[in-house]
């Protein structure tokens, strides 16, 4: 990647307007992702979705919340310079992006997730049985927050592996037909499922605010979720709102 690349995609025009949708702000300017996720505006399976709807849906004033934005913006010269405007790249070079980084990011961190949440549901269901997450007792929450993550993972590897054996290839090697695009719009409604099975972790998980009485296993569980994520909303964002509109 040139280095003029990065800069191409956040230079400022003064164009973020509450027409525009949230998937294509985010295409635009990749770094602002963080910004979304940071007050939980959903920017990947809600991508379709306008600036305008998405204020009104979080009682959020319009323009102010543009005025949010733009004000995020001008501190982007800060930010690190390894953001890729995908919208302007070829398909199979962002099919590629999507394995090595998110595909690869998700096989990482599974197993461990995993570990750590197993491991933190049998240390305090034992120790700390009476402990309060939320409104309910830590022994009747995190069996929950377990059984939530597993249906995540499950979900995950059927829809990596459908993704990695059949759509990817096929579309880089530009044999996108019809059968293909069926498939695509089923990957979109597993993304909304996906979607819908993270905010249920982040709920059972608090919102990832710890309990006082944490340890530094729950603490780490609850950056490894949180990481978790913000990395699949990235990962759903340039699949259902840049590579898959490529192909229809």
């Keep these: 990647m040139e280095s003029q690349d990065w800069k191409d995609g956040i230079e400022m025009s003064g164009e973020i307007t509450s027409n525009?949708?949230?998937?294509?702000?985010?295409?635009?300017?990749?770094?602002?992702?963080?910004?979304?996720?940071?007050?939980?505006?959903?920017?990947?399976?809600?991508g379709k979705e306008?600036?305008?709807?998405?204020?009104?849906?979080?009682?959020?004033?319009e323009k102010n919340l543009i005025k949010q934005i733009e004000k995020e913006l001008e501190r982007l010269d800060e930010f690190?310079?390894?953001?890729?405007?995908?919208?302007?790249?070829?398909?199979?070079?962002?099919?590629?992006?999507?394995?090595?980084?998110?595909?690869?990011?998700?096989?990482?961190?599974?197993?461990d997730s995993e570990s750590h949440i197993r491991k933190i549901v049998q240390v305090h269901s034992e120790v700390n049985p009476n402990e309060m997450m939320g409104n309910e007792k830590a022994i009747v929450r995190l069996p929950?927050?377990?059984?939530?993550?597993?249906?995540?993972?499950?979900?995950?590897?059927?829809h990596l592996k459908e993704e990695e054996d059949e759509v990817f290839p096929a579309i880089k090697n530009d044999?996108?037909?019809?059968?293909?695009?069926?498939?695509?719009?089923?990957?979109?409604e597993e993304h909304e499922e996906l979607g819908e099975?993270?905010?249920?972790?982040?709920?059972?998980?608090?919102?990832?605010?710890?309990?006082?009485?944490?340890?530094?296993?729950?603490?780490?569980?609850?950056?490894?979720?949180?990481?978790?994520?913000?990395?699949?909303?990235k990962h759903v964002h340039l699949e259902n709102n840049i590579l898959f509109p490529k192909l229809f």
């Design 20 to 46: 525009q949708s949230l998937g294509e702000i985010v295409g635009k300017y990749p770094l602002l992702s963080g910004f979304f996720e940071k007050n939980g505006i959903d920017y990947c399976c809600g």
């Design 197 to 233: 099975t993270l905010e249920k972790i982040k709920q059972l998980a608090t919102d990832f605010v710890l309990p006082e009485w944490a340890c530094p296993t729950f603490a780490a569980t609850y950056r490894l979720l949180s990481g978790f994520q913000a990395d699949i909303h």
């Design 175 to 188: 044999a996108v037909d019809e059968s293909l695009k069926q498939k695509i719009l089923k990957l979109q």
């Design 80 to 111: 690190q310079a390894d953001e890729i405007v995908w919208e302007t790249r070829p398909a199979s070079e962002l099919v590629d992006y999507i394995v090595a980084r998110h595909h690869g990011y998700i096989k990482q961190n599974l197993p």
């Design 50 to 61: 306008t600036l305008k709807e998405a204020a009104a849906e979080h009682n959020i004033d």
């Design 144 to 158: 929950k927050l377990l059984a939530a993550f597993l249906e995540m993972k499950e979900s995950l590897s059927k």
